[in-house]
Every structure is written in structure tokens, then in C-alpha cells.
């Protein structure tokens, strides 16, 4: 393909995909869309759970939502109130999400292993008017004390739960609601005046993993769901093929879980299977049990394939046509390790955030000879791009790294209260500062190198933190690692790695830095490595560097 098509004077980079179309009518929000074909999609399990094999068929689906609709109107939630929802992943979080939606409410998902501190943060700054939970003797054991964390709150919650229950919190004046009761006692004939819901509403708040920074709400609205949508099943040959099965583990407080495998392939006619959490036999089990189709994980559960593939070889996976992976970079040896393992599925890599609604750039599906090369493909349908020079902030030709910018339907509305962090992101032409850097190449592949506030600079060198942990992760000795920078007052930083053994006790700090001294340039070379458990990260595989650097710098 002719760069000048990728890439043009002005300096954009352009997708070469086929745009996509968003619907011409502004009343077209998320759930009208949903279910715009529901006549040929209403028999087609929506929502399977993985671990008991009850489903929804659409048809179920648009009833459950309908009614739960109701019944939150009923209880006084409006247009533009937010709801909080603290929950693992179920059949009935997607149900209770798209129900806020079409009453023009705004969800607010969170993490339910927050602890009480960072959710006390996220009410505060969102304000919600209704929480949507767990009951505290809820079958699962981990998520036995979500309400703990939440009852302090004042605020009335509804309980998400398989059948009806007595619980009452005594301790509190909370009102509670259970689930079940709402949709039996909703009289769905009585007549409620139902509020007008437009694309360019806000549908949800997610908050930012906070990586290297403070957590802030990315407010996603009903236009950016549907484009990031169209975007991510753009080159899905038919509308609702049966055979489309998505396993979701990935958790749907996220956007990955929540946009790029829930939403996108529910409006598509696909059938999603879901599970509470991964676990990486459960995984297994899901996709022979239910011939998944379709797997997108991040780049720990491709890590863990390659390490752990005799257990992979128990199921049978010959039913995976598609295995996708993001929200973090991953190398072309761990890749082209885990495509040996699935040598019938289409594996490859993409490139999103919170604050795009989940896409960015992605590899083809079709192309073989650029696949696995380290890249994260090339924009998603109807993208641009720059890559700025960090120093002279003018845009770069290929080859070239700088910050990526990136402009489309699918970049966030701005961040929840918070102008200042707002304009900081955003420029007055569109323009979203990602904080990563990359490059493209001469074909419109997109390469990320690094996030800017993650460069090691050694000597006047920079040295990405990526590139070291690729290499750490080829020795057959290490599970897991993260490569963090540390103050020195002769160099300016040095990297420092974290390291997870395959085994205890079966490393040295010594063989560590040797195999890393053998393959990089001597700028690059560790000064030290720190054997832990587990390397500390975010729901969506994300490496917490400011958590391993606080507890490095607290030992010095």
C-alpha cells in the first residue's frame, strides 16, 4: 500500500480501512441501536453463563432491560444521574448497564476490589444517586464484602442476586432493593413518561487506571459506544452469525471487557459467554464447553499460554478462530510463541484506551506477513493520527517517534469534572495527547513504544521499560516482570527489573543481569533486580509503576 495513502502533507495519518457510518439520526443511542435488528437476532443467545449454562436470548435481553428501565424510573432515577455498579462480571451486569443507558442515567462501573478509600474517591467525584451490588452472602466468597465497602455511603443500592433474599442492613438507613423483587413487581403496562436519549449524551464514567497518574473519569458517551462499536467488528463478514461465540472474563468495569467485547459484539448479534473472573482452566473449559469462537485477553494470559501450555494442550481449542490481545504492548516472541499453541486462530495484537473507548489500531486478521512483527496494526476505521516530536511539537513522518495523538468519533467527551485535566488532553481541533510513544511505518503499521512518563532516561539515553520486559519474558525462568526506572545521581535514572521466577528459588540476580547484558546496549543493562510473587497491575494488565517505584523508594 502507497504511504501517501496512510500518510499525508498535513501530517495525519489516515486509516485504510473502510470508514465506518453512524446513524444519521441523533436519537439513535445505544440501545435503540442494540436491538435495531432484534427480528432477526431475537432467538440467538445474547448472554450465557459460563459456569451454570443459563442464557439470554436477545429477545430475553431487550425484556430484562425493558423492565429494569422501568423499575429504576420508579425508583427516581433521571436523565444524567449516575449510577454506580460494584460488581464482578454476570449475566446481570449487562443487563443493569443498558438499562441506566436507555433512561439516560450514566453508569459509573467500578472496580469491586477497590478498597473503601479509593471507592470513597470515586463516589465522591461521581455523586451517584443508586448503587447496584452484591448482597454480603452472595455464593462467592470474594465478593462476600462489596457492601461493607459501600454501606457507609448513605446511599440506596440494589442488590444483584439469582433469587429474592431477606438481607436488611441494620447498621444503616440504606434503602435496598433486591434485583428479583424490582422485575416482578414492575407493572411494565403502566404508562411513564420516558426521557429522550441522544448520541452525544453521556452513557458512562470510567475511571482511568491511574498508571501514572491520579485516577480521573473518562465520561464515554452513546456516540463513542456505537462508533468504537462499528469499529471494532468493521471486518465481521455477516450480521448475526450464530457462530460467533465471545468469552468475556475480562472485567466489564473496564473498558475492554465492557465496549470491545460487550457492547461491540452484542450489537453485532454475537453471543457472549460470560465468567466472574479468569482463571486460566475455567478458560480452557469455557471454550470447549461453549466452542468460543472468539477470545480477546491482555498480554499476562498470552504470557500465560506460552509458559503453561501443557495445560493448554488438555481442551480441546480447536474451535478458536480469532484470540485478540491489548490494553498493554506484548512482543513478537511472546506472540509468535502463543500463535504455536492456537496454530488454527488468527492471533494479533491492538491498541486502545479508556479515554478512545477501547480502540485505536488493530492488526489484520488477514495479513500474514506483517503479523507478530511487534506492531499494533494499523488505525481502527475512521482514525487519524500524528506523531508529535516531543521537543519541537510538530507532527513526524514515518520511521519517526513521538507522542501519538490521536481524533475520532471514539474520543471521549473529556473527563468528569475536571476541565483543567480536560484541556490538557484535548486540543481545540480534536486532538487526544495519549502520553504513549510510537511510530508509524512505511505501511501505516502503528508501533508503541513506551509511555512517556515510563522512559528511563540513562546518560542522556532512553530506555523503554517495554522493551526490556519482552526480553525478560523470553527467559524460561521467568514468569513475570516489570522494568521500572530509579534515581541515580551519576546518570540520571538506571532500570531496575521486578521479577516473577517460573520456580522459587530457580534464579539468581547475577544470571538476570547477564542475560540481559548479552542482548542490549550497555545503557539498557539492569543495575539491579528484585524477586517478588507478583508484579502489581491493573484490571486491565497493566503494569502499576508508581506502586513498585513507591515501594522501592520507602526501602532505600
Known amino acids: 500500500m502507497s504511504s501517501s495513502l496512510i500518510y499525508g502533507k498535513d501530517g495525519i495519518y489516515r486509516s485504510p480501512r473502510p470508514p465506518i457510518s453512524i446513524p444519521k439520526d441523533p436519537t439513535m443511542s445505544m440501545i435503540p441501536f442494540l436491538f435495531r435488528d432484534i427480528s432477526a437476532i431475537s432467538k440467538i443467545p445474547a448472554l450465557v453463563d459460563a459456569e451454570t449454562g443459563v442464557n439470554l436470548t436477545f429477545s430475553d435481553l431487550r425484556t430484562q432491560v425493558f423492565k429494569l ?27 443493569c448497564f443498558l438499562a441506566i443507558l436507555s433512561i439516560g442515567a450514566i453508569a459509573a462501573p467500578a472496580n469491586p476490589q477497590y478498597t473503601v478509600n479509593e471507592l470513597t474517591k470515586q463516589v465522591h467525584d461521581s455523586n451517584p444517586r443508586l448503587v447496584i451490588t452484591r448482597p454480603p452472602q452472595y455464593r462467592n466468597p470474594r465478593s462476600a464484602s462489596i457492601y461493607d465497602k459501600i454501606k457507609n455511603f448513605g446511599l440506596p443500592c440494589v ?12 447498621t444503616t438507613n440504606n434503602p435496598i432493593w433486591y434485583f428479583q ?20 449524551d453521556a452513557a458512562a464514567i470510567l475511571y482511568s487506571s491511574g498508571t501514572t497518574g491520579t485516577s480521573k473519569g473518562v465520561v464515554l458517551t452513546h456516540r463513542n459506544f456505537i462508533a468504537s462499536a462499528l469499529m471494532t467488528t468493521s471486518d465481521q463478514e455477516t450480521f448475526n452469525d450464530s457462530k460467533n461465540v465471545f468469552l468475556c472474563f475480562l472485567p466489564m468495569f473496564h473498558v475492554f471487557g465492557l465496549s470491545t467485547i460487550l457492547y461491540a459484539q452484542l450489537q453485532r448479534g454475537n453471543t457472549v459467554v460470560v465468567m466472574a473472573r479468569y482463571e ?8 470447549e ?40 504492548p506484548l512482543g513478537k516472541d511472546v506472540m509468535e510463541g502463543c500463535a504455536k499453541i492456537f496454530p488454527q486462530a488468527a492471533l494479533y495484537q491492538g491498541y486502545g484506551m479508556t479515554e478512545t473507548c477501547g480502540v485505536i489500531s488493530v492488526e489484520s486478521k488477514k495479513a500474514t506477513t506483517s503479523r507478530h512483527s511487534g506492531s499494533t496494526g494499523v488505525l481502527d476505521p475512521g482514525v487519524e493520527a500524528q506523531i508529535i516530536d516531543i521537543h519541537a511539537m510538530k507532527p513526524l513522518p514515518p520511521s519517526k517517534t513521538g507522542e501519538i495523538q490521536i481524533r475520532g468519533l471514539n474520543v471521549m467527551q473529556g473527563y468528569f469534572k475536571n476541565q483543567k485535566a480536560t484541556s490538557e488532553t484535548i486540543d481545540d481541533q480534536g486532538w487526544l495527547r495519549t502520553g504513549d510513544l510510537g511510530y508509524f511505518d512505511e505501511e501505516g503499521q502503528l508501533f508503541v513504544v513506551d509511555r512517556i512518563k515510563e522512559l528511563i532516561k540513562c546518560n542522556g539515553f532512553q530506555v523503554a521499560s517495554a522493551e526490556l520486559e519482552e526480553l525478560l519474558l523470553s527467559h524460561p525462568k521467568i514468569k513475570d516482570a516489570a ?74
Open 483 to 556: 522494568v521500572i526506572g530509579l534515581a541515580d545521581a551519576e546518570t540520571g535514572e538506571v532500570p531496575i527489573a521486578y521479577v516473577v521466577p517460573s520456580f522459587i528459588n530457580s534464579l539468581a540476580e547475577e544470571e538476570v543481569k547477564k542475560f540481559v547484558a548479552q542482548q542490549v546496549a550497555p545503557f539498557k543493562r539492569l543495575r539491579k533486580v528484585i524477586f517478588v510473587d507478583e508484579i502489581p497491575k491493573s484490571a486491565s494488565g497493566k503494569i502499576l509503576r508508581r506502586e513498585l517505584k513507591q515501594k522501592l523508594i520507602s526501602k532505600l
Open 181 to 200: 423483587e424490582l422485575m416482578k413487581s414492575n407493572d411494565t403496562s403502566e404508562v411513564l413518561t420516558w426521557p429522550s436519549v441522544l448520541q452525544t
Open 280 to 287: 486460566i482452566e475455567k478458560v480452557l473449559m469455557a471454550v
Open 159 to 170: 442488590m444483584l442476586s439469582p433469587k429474592t433474599s431477606t438481607f436488611t442492613d441494620r
Open 289 to 328: 464447553t461453549y466452542e468460543v469462537t472468539h477470545l480477546y485477553v491482555v498480554p499476562p494470559v498470552i504470557v500465560a499460554f506460552v509458559k503453561q501450555s501443557e495445560i493448554v494442550k488438555r481442551y480441546d481449542v480447536s474451535c478458536l478462530r480469532e484470540i485478540g490481545t491489548g490494553a498493554a
Open 69 to 95: 428501565s422501568l423499575a429504576l424510573l420508579n425508583l427516581n432515577i433521571s436523565k444524567n444521574d449516575v449510577v454506580l455498579i460494584l460488581s464482578p462480571n454476570s449475566v446481570l451486569f449487562p443487563v
